[in-house]
């Protein structure tokens, strides 16, 4: 596996473990072609949109048409070069309202420099935009303000040329002067009530808009005008009729402050985005560290003289530090990708590890197998002698009268005899299924193999009187050995048999069905039953659960390993005096 496989799944991962849904943002993934195959949480509450919905490019459905296409514009050129992708948009919310958001992405490489997938933010700024336009309404309108008091002025001061012209006048004149100065008087009232109102206007907008404003007042930018919200980004201050070095004393060795005498000496705005201001805490007196976006606009006299500055100051500190855990969190996924690396090296060597143990198992397992074959071939031949024997012992002494005893030991010696060549056969059986995968696999028909079965078992179900039920009808043909099945169904018919209740005529069923990608056969009786604390027993070599019958307790040890070689199962389900019911599962095959 390559290392840029590692990443990406470590990166899988991590966002399938739930961290990405804790974070306060949006947070999705791309794929080196652009098409989107991540979303966490947050994506889903904001937009209701289903996954199908929002995948591959569907996500750009939820973009305002008029941002649409430059944003194309910039991830295109972003998924050409790989470099970092940002752009502000408004983004469709789930109530049909649009909202302004920065979308942000990040190209995340392996170690050979090839682009692996996208992982983006969309951070919701929707407040933050529509306080940025009050603000350039704000400044244009106290632009505006500033002509009309100008304005004023100049009509204020023409009117009083004109009253001294009007005196002049007065002696020859003095009813129309009379009339004249009444109007004029009347003109400058209004004017002056005009400006009243005006900056009675502006006053009250400073104190309720939605951002912190304040007028700092000649050289040294004193607050002449601070509104509420201003005052609450300072608690524990007192700031009018301060110098702005006086009240905040810590923003001397500050850009902030460079950049306020900058505006002043220069007359030219400044807007800036993401500030950093570290201020003292009013509690504890310790320095916080702060950001803050503001613009500051000189102010002008009648003459066009800067003589201060209009501040308009919003508090970003959240969104700065969220952007930094997420930075931190991209560390932090880099360094994962690397112990994965490590993990997989390590991983690697365990599994050649395991491949060698493997082999030498293979090769311990055909010993066995020899050494099985071996001990059954070589021990055939002196049982033979023994059986010679004990026929000549018999033969000789049935021309002498015998007595019980020897009767009674030749039929154990016999007994023992058979038992012994009996193990003997259930041993070479056992190094058989050993190497079940070296059978002929062919269509089976079951039916057929049943009756042979029958055949072979058909003294024993004559004398025990059982009554066979047989229903393979809808599923007659299985895809294995022949042998194998035919051992197996021996098996279990004739453990049904010997193993019969003595109270009751043998009922024995055989049937078979379908379970997903296995075919079944299953023998059901209702003899002795098993003990299922025992199970283990059951089926281990030359386990055996009744002894009042004869038998070597190998018969259900090969029916489970001929099932599990062939890459099946049984299972059995019993209880006492009631019956048991073996079911055998055979993988399907095409």
């Not at 090839?114 to 632009?143: C, F, P, Q, S, Y």
């Not at 001397?252 to 950093?276: A, C, M, N, T, W």
């Not at 702060?290 to 003459?303: E, G, L, S, V």
């Not at 009751?504 to 049937?511: A, F, G, L, M, Q």
Request: proline share 3%; glycine share 4%.
């Amino acid at each position: 596996m390559s290392q840029g496989s590692n990443t990406n799944i470590n990166i899988e991962e991590t966002l399938n473990s739930g961290l990405m849904d804790v974070i306060p943002h949006q947070v999705w993934t791309a794929k080196p072609d652009g098409s989107l195959d991540y979303f966490n949480e947050q994506w889903y509450k904001y937009s209701h949109w289903t996954y199908d919905e929002s995948k591959g490019q569907g996500w750009a459905g939820a973009i305002h048409p008029e941002d649409l296409p430059a944003l194309v514009i910039l991830w295109t050129h972003s998924l050409k070069t790989f470099e970092p992708y940002r752009v502000n948009a408004r983004i469709l919310k789930h109530d049909h309202t649009y909202r302004w958001h920065v979308i942000h992405a990040l190209p995340v490489k392996d170690n050979n420099g090839n682009l692996l997938r996208w992982v983006g933010t969309n951070t919701d700024i929707h407040e933050e935009k529509l306080l940025e336009e009050r603000l350039n309404n704000v400044a244009k309108e106290l632009t505006i303000s500033h002509y009309e008091e100008k304005q004023a002025k100049e009509k204020a001061f023409d009117l009083n040329s004109e009253l001294l012209a009007t005196k002049q006048l007065l002696e020859s004149l003095n009813n129309d002067l009379e009339i004249k100065v009444t109007e004029r008087t009347v003109e400058l009232l209004q004017a002056q009530s005009g400006i009243k109102r005006v900056k009675d206007k502006l006053e009250r907008f400073f104190m309720q808009a939605p951002a912190g404003i304040c007028v700092l007042d000649g050289p040294e930018l004193v607050f002449e005008l601070v509104n509420p919200l201003y005052q609450q980004l300072l608690p524990g201050r007192d700031l009018m009729n301060k110098p702005i070095l006086e009240a905040l004393p810590e923003i001397r060795e500050q850009d902030i402050y460079q950049i306020l005498k900058q505006v002043q000496e220069s007359g030219q705005p400044f807007e800036g985005k993401e500030i950093h201001v570290p201020l003292t805490n009013h509690i504890n007196n310790n320095l916080e560290d702060r950001y803050f976006n503001f613009i500051y606009h000189p102010r002008r006299d009648d003459n066009g003289i800067v003589d201060g500055v209009l501040a308009f100051v919003f508090e970003v500190t959240a969104q700065v530090k969220t952007k930094k855990e997420l930075e931190s969190l991209y560390q932090e996924l880099a360094t994962s990708n690397e112990e994965l690396q490590t993990a997989h090296e390590e991983l690697r060597t365990t599994i050649e590890e395991l491949e060698e143990t493997n082999q030498q198992l293979i090769t311990i397992n055909n010993d066995l197998d020899n050494f099985i074959y071996t001990a059954s071939h070589d021990l055939k031949a002196p049982i033979s002698n023994i059986e010679g024997l004990v026929t000549a012992l018999q033969e000789n002494l049935n021309q002498n009268e015998k007595d019980d005893t020897s009767n009674m030991l030749l039929g154990f010696i016999e007994t023992s005899v058979d038992r012994f060549k009996k193990t003997i056969e259930d041993l070479t059986d056992i190094s058989r299924i050993q190497k079940a995968s070296e059978q002929e696999m062919n269509v089976v028909i079951v039916h057929e193999i049943i009756d042979e079965v029958l055949l072979d078992l058909s003294t024993s179900v004559r004398k025990s009187n059982a009554l066979i039920n047989i229903d393979v009808d809808h599923c007659d043909s299985i895809f294995t050995s022949r042998k194998n099945i035919r051992s197996i169904i021996y098996n279990l018919l004739s453990n049904s048999i010997k193993y019969s209740h003595p109270e009751r005529r043998p009922e024995i069923t055989i049937e078979c069905g379908h379970e997903d990608n296995f075919q079944t056969i299953t023998v059901k009786d209702n003899g002795l039953g098993i003990d299922m604390s025992k199970k283990n027993k059951l089926f281990a070599m030359f386990g055996r659960l009744h002894n009042h019958v004869e038998g070597t307790g190998v018969g259900l040890y090969m029916v489970k390993k001929i099932v599990e070689n062939a890459g099946g199962k049984i299972e059995v389900e019993s209880e006492i005096d009631k019956g048991s019911a073996f079911k055998v599962y055979f993988r399907k095959e095409s």
